[in-house]
């Protein structure tokens, strides 16, 4: 008996459940899709080519998912207290009728387990379909050619998503069972006309608000955009606390700002149904006005790590190549009063590593003065002033550079020098030097500087590109100066011998570090050695795939729930405010309201409400995006205008399917009443 009145009741409140399973659809999808990851063919590929990353990544993803199920929980939880809010008066004629709470809990459940049985197969399936788009996308991501495509099937995904959401039900259906346990019939059955009261503040009180919130959200504006993403500058926590209140008081004024500002245009106030429509919204937003500005915060995170993930991620790869000169490097730092070897050439000698003939290597050392990149190139008190030394290289052995890299040999003058820099604000600063002076002064001495350009390229394969300033002089200059470090540059005839180069000098230097076991002449033989730093083009390829592919990864997953759960919960909101008010409505038929102006201004508060903390978030990301462009440009110029078209088109799809539900379930709920 109890599961036919349960399948009933789903059936019949099908269009009440829509919001609700259509969100337990996209939030089961999503959690299947990322955590069947582990399974997919280009992952499975890459972890049989040994990628190390790998394991980090599903790692990760493993634990941002136990995160991700919190605040899914949450969300159900909330949606599932609106269904139940809105069967009050349901619940109520139960009981007259003689029915026990137990036994209406008893219901409920059983009608939890229908939906939640429902939308987790609906979301296993349309999962399965969005896991392959995905595998797609990692493959294309870490460059994975697959012999072979074939659908895959991730069972350990499939139970962790079953198991996740079990608990999310269970959840559901004890908070279910203790709400109704504290029912009483008369709340129950008088719900419905305990509307609330549009009350309005002192519109003084909206404006001085409304002008904090400007001061504010400037205020936060105008300091990350000097400070960028210094994290450690005080002044940085201080434009995050700014942007926060900034936020919540603009929700919290604006809409009795706006009303204030509307009703002193008579024109626009009193046609139509505006006055109901503007009164309606700003009950509504004043209500919310913490919830919206969590939205909208929300939101803006989740802009801001779409639009700038892939551009971040593109900006270090297209900057590998000039990052990444030769097939691998090697360098020691070298202190002049230590009695380390100095050298890097004994270091690898010492180390028993040995290169074929046919191996181009050129080895060089890197020198110091005691000027500073700030004085040399003048920069004032407002610049970021890098405190850092300006590096000599010798002419020679830039040419032996040059040669490995199949380059023409160079000559300078007695008085000249090149200057070589690749780190972008140190560009800037030396270009804007450059636009004045075709000299610099080093050492006491004046040189003229050849060409007056800046050549832009590392001098050793890193990371990223690193080259601050190093200036390539005569070799006798050197003479005087102090060697800080010693390196050797490799392209190897030979690409297997890239990977042995790299092993072979962790391996030593692992014992040279930590101590392992070896033997009394291994360890004698390598006590007086420097710390070996090692780098190849293949392995900073691969460490920079997966570092940057995790982090974009993460963020798609985590923005993707931050964007369901917004547009959820705004949906939500919209729902129960149509319940609250249909009444209004019904009055607003009686006064002779036609039912399309009715619908119109449905239409619109909906499309208000849904519209206010994107639009805000929309401006918060175009602060947050130039400043985190800025901080990319340290790496490689940034591109977000596919990153950006992408996260539109991700925001604008599930803002649609959202936005017309909650129309057309609101639309119906006052349908419902109105005859």
């Known amino acids: ?68 199920a919190i605040i899914l929980g949450g969300l159900i939880l909330y949606a599932n207290n609106f269904l139940i809010k809105k069967r009050n008066k349901e619940l109520g004629i139960y009981m007259i009728l003689g029915m026990g709470k137990s036994r209406i809990s008893k219901i409920v459940i059983l009608e939890t387990i229908m939906v939640g049985f429902v939308s987790l197969f609906s979301g296993l399936i349309l999962g399965f379909a969005a896991s392959q788009g995905l595998s797609v996308l990692v493959s294309k991501l870490f460059e994975v050619k697959m012999d072979k495509y074939s659908f895959v099937l991730s069972t350990a995904a499939v139970g962790k998503t079953i198991l996740y959401f079990g608990i999310m039900f269970l959840l559901v259906m004890i908070f279910n069972t203790y709400i ?12 419905g006309r305990k509307t609330e009261e549009i009350k309005f503040k002192n519109p003084f009180i909206y404006l001085i608000t409304f002008i904090l919130c400007v001061c504010s959200l400037g205020g936060a504006y105008k300091l990350i955009l000097d400070i960028g993403l210094k994290v450690e500058d005080p002044r940085f926590i201080i434009s995050i606390i700014l942007g926060i209140v900034g936020t919540v008081l ?16 008579k024109g626009i106030y009193f046609k139509g149904l505006n006055i109901f429509t503007v009164k309606q919204i700003n009950s509504k937003v004043n209500t919310n006005f913490i919830s919206m500005s969590v939205i909208c915060l929300m939101l803006f995170v989740t802009i801001g790590m779409l639009s700038t993930g892939f551009s971040f991620k593109s900006a270090l790869e297209s900057g590998l190549k000039e990052s990444t000169p030769f097939d691998a490097s090697a360098y020691i730092y070298v202190y002049e009063d230590d009695d380390m070897v100095k050298s890097i050439g004994e270091s690898l000698d010492r180390l028993g590593v040995e290169f074929n003939s ?67 604000n140190a560009v800037t600063y030396i270009e804007d030097y450059m636009k004045n002076n075709n000299t610099i002064n080093l050492c006491g001495k ?50 297997e011998d890239e990977r042995k180069f790299l092993d072979d000098i962790k391996k030593v230097m692992k014992i040279r570090t930590e101590g392992t076991s070896a033997s009394i002449e291994e360890t004698e033989a390598i006590k007086d050695l420097s710390l070996v730093f090692v780098n190849t083009r293949e392995s900073i390829y691969e460490e920079n795939r997966g570092a940057t592919t995790t982090v974009l990864f993460v963020g798609i997953y985590l923005g993707i729930v931050f964007l369901v759960s917004s547009m959820a919960i705004l949906a939500l909101q919209q729902l129960s405010e149509a319940s609250d008010s249909v009444d209004r409505y019904v009055s607003l ?38 400043v985190a462009n800025d901080f990319i440009s340290l790496y490689n110029k940034p591109d977000i205008g596919g990153s950006s078209l992408i996260t539109a088109g991700i925001l604008l799809g599930i803002y649609i399917i959202y936005f017309y539900t909650t129309y057309i379930g609101y639309k119906n709920i006052v349908k419902s009443r109105i005859k």
């Open 1 to 68: 008996m109890y599961f036919k009145i349960a399948l009933k009741n789903v059936k019949k409140s099908f269009k009440d459940y829509s919001i609700y399973f259509l969100t337990l659809t996209l939030a089961v999808c999503i959690f299947y899709s990322f955590n069947s990851m582990e399974a997919q063919q280009a992952l499975i590929e890459m972890k049989n080519s040994g990628k190390e990353f790998m394991k980090t990544l599903t790692t990760i993803i493993s634990w941002v998912s136990v995160f991700v």
């Open 180 to 191: 109704i346990s504290k029912y009483k019939i008369i709340d129950l059955l008088t719900v």
């Open 250 to 265: 603009f929700f919290f004024s604006l809409t009795g700002f706006v009303l204030y500002v509307v009703k002193r245009s």
């Open 358 to 424: 046919e191996d181009k290597v050129a080895y060089y050392n890197q020198y110091a003065s005691a000027d500073l990149f700030k004085d040399v190139f003048k920069l004032d008190n407002s610049s970021d002033n890098i405190v850092t030394k300006v590096m000599y290289i010798k002419l020679s052995d830039y040419n032996k550079l040059r040669e490995i890299s199949n380059e023409k040999p160079i000559s300078l003058k007695e008085d000249e020098v090149i200057i070589t820099s690749n780190f972008s």
């Open 446 to 495: 004046n040189y003229n500087i050849k060409d007056n350009e800046i050549v832009e390229h590392n001098l050793k394969t890193e990371m990223i590109k690193n080259n601050l300033c190093t200036i390539v002089v005569n070799d006798e200059v050197c003479n005087d100066l102090e060697v800080v470090s010693s390196v050797v540059n490799v392209n190897f005839a030979n690409k």
């Open 589 to 626: 038929k009686r006064l002779g309201a036609s039912r399309n102006s009715i619908n119109k201004t449905i239409f619109t508060q909906t499309l208000i409400y849904f519209s206010l903390p994107v639009i805000l978030a929309l401006v918060h990301s175009i602060v947050g995006i130039q």
